[in-house]
């Protein structure tokens, strides 16, 4: 199984795989307005290819609360939407066991994405971009709940 990718709003929206040994990097998230790139490793084994998405994020009481996991299956796609209008998608090919990361925008600005690095562990930032606003799995909004407030958001594939 490959490493998790986890997408949070520390700030900004960050993008980044725990990848022991440092891995490959996705640098073509830096490579324009609709930036696109691949996770590193095959999400699944032999026929038994899966990516899952797990939601945890705190409430404004400091109540951590965990959504999921929800399941993506052939061609299947979670959107994370951001304050400043601007997304990043996951989508899952069960047939190459590889995840696809897009980040794109909603609106007029187009995403400015920034990599920054410790040791070999590579970080995408998204640097327009607030707060996660909207997380859909499969075409089923699973965040927000409606009427709870969050302070910190996180989205973890694997």
């Known amino acids: 199984m490959p490493s998790p990718v986890i997408i949070d709003d520390g700030g900004s929206t960050r993008i980044k795989q725990l990848v022991s040994g440092g891995g490959k990097k996705m640098d073509k998230l830096m490579e324009g307005p609709n930036n696109e790139d691949e996770a590193d490793g095959n999400f699944g084994t032999g026929a038994s290819a899966s990516c899952d998405v797990t939601i945890v994020f705190i409430k404004t009481d400091g109540t951590p609360t965990t959504l999921g996991p929800f399941s993506m299956g052939p061609s299947d796609e979670t959107v994370i939407l951001s304050q400043g209008n601007q997304r990043v998608k996951a989508k899952f090919n069960p047939g190459t066991k590889v995840l696809k990361l897009k980040v794109d925008k909603t609106g007029s600005a187009d995403p400015i994405v920034e990599a920054k690095q410790v040791n070999t562990q ?5 640097t327009n971009a607030g707060a996660i606003t909207n997380v859909t799995v499969a ?4 965040f927000p709940l409606t ?4 302070l910190y958001t996180m989205v973890h594939l694997a």
């Open 122 to 126: 590579r970080r995408y930032i998204v």
């Open 139 to 142: 075409g089923v909004q699973q």
């Open 147 to 150: 009427g709870v407030d969050s």
